[in-house]
């Protein structure tokens, strides 16, 4: 069994930053590939990014140049750095686990207004 804890949100005006970790346990983490989603209010839930076991990465469009996603294999732990946001990445993010099952952490809510 795997278990994701996310961690980080808040609020923060546009242009400003945040920090979003991904706690996991039950599971050998480095053989995981791990992603960031989003998911805001009356949306489809989307890909933010995306980094595999091999350390490889992607982002979605919208957020190319703006966020980093990174993983600490000895601490089981995956981060998003989150720079210049916007009020349209204002979401629930939400961690993701997959080797061949997917598993999910309960989200962390990130809100970007003025």
């Known amino acids: 069994q795997v278990q994701l804890v996310e961690s980080g949100g808040g609020l923060v005006q546009p242009g400003g930053s945040l920090r979003l970790s991904c706690a996991a346990s039950?599971?050998?983490?480095?053989?995981?590939?791990m992603g960031w989603y989003r998911q805001a209010p009356g949306k489809q839930r989307e890909l933010v990014a995306t980094?595999?076991?091999?350390?490889?990465?992607n982002y979605a469009d919208s957020v190319k140049g703006r966020f980093t996603i990174s993983r600490d294999n000895a601490k089981n732990t995956v981060y998003l750095q989150m720079n210049s946001l916007k009020p349209e990445d204002t979401a629930v993010y939400y961690c993701?686990?997959?080797?061949?099952?997917?598993?999910w952490g309960q989200g962390t809510q990130v809100t970007v207004s003025s």
């Open positions: 993701n686990a997959k080797v061949v099952h997917e598993y």
């Open positions: 039950g599971t050998i983490f480095s053989i995981y590939d």
């Open positions: 980094i595999r076991s091999t350390g490889s990465t």
